[in-house]
């Protein structure tokens, strides 16, 4: 009788032995990681607000000089940013406004007026390519009258920088940046010439 009572009280504290095993061989899992807010990859500037008419100073009707950008919230990661200008409302095909790579991963702006040089000294030695005009640098909005154009300017955040020489096209830095790509930040205007 006493050795089944026994039998019974090991029985009912098998699990309780088993578990407290278990604790010493086994690490409690920790407590997930808490979340890091960052902002937002976002492309901006000071002249005019993403999907709002580009100011005529930035257009062919104007000065026909570049925009100011700055933008917030690259990942980490990054090594280089680039950027593409075009307009997808072209009457032929999308035109490609404006070329910029090498731009290094410690700025975050890129000022009015740059110039039409391979090379930009103020935006800290990044290259220009040449826009749908065979050009280098930007090429102002010159839509024909009639519709409204849009014109999107796409910043890419980089893991490393593009190997081109100066004078690339869209085309040559979009296949150059292919799997290098972290983030994308767009900023749209609009121009509209009515006559």
């Known amino acids: 009788m006493v050795l089944r009572l026994f039998g019974l009280l090991l029985l009912s504290l098998a699990p309780v032995l088993v578990g407290c095993g278990r604790a010493d061989t086994e690490p409690p899992v920790p407590p997930p ?3 890091r807010e960052s902002p937002e990859f976002a492309l901006t500037s000071s002249a005019f607000k993403h999907n709002e008419a580009i ?24 090594r280089a940013f680039a950027l ?3 307009d997808p409302d072209a009457p032929r095909e999308t035109f490609t406004h404006w070329v910029i790579y090498g731009i290094p991963a410690q ?11 391979e090379v930009l000294p103020d935006v800290g030695g990044a290259r220009q390519g040449k826009n749908s005009a065979r050009t280098l640098g930007y090429f102002p909005p010159s839509p024909p009258p009639g519709k409204v154009h849009h014109y999107t ?9 593009v190997t081109l020489p100066a004078g ?7 296949k150059a940046m ?11 205007g609009t121009y509209q010439r009515t006559r």
Not at 107 to 117: A, D, Y
Not at 153 to 161: G, I, S, V
Request: glycine share 8%.
């Open 55 to 78: 100011p005529i100073k930035y257009t062919a009707d104007g000065q026909g000089i570049s925009p100011p950008l700055a933008w917030i919230g690259a990942p980490a990661a990054k």
């Open 178 to 188: 292919e799997g290098h790509v972290l983030a994308t930040a767009e900023l749209t």
């Open 33 to 35: 990681p808490a979340k």
């Open 84 to 86: 593409i200008m075009d």
């Open 168 to 174: 690339a096209t869209a085309d040559e830095l979009r």
């Open 107 to 117: 700025m975050s702006t890129v000022p009015e007026n740059v110039l039409t040089g």
């Open 153 to 161: 300017l796409h910043l890419y955040a980089l893991e490393a920088p």
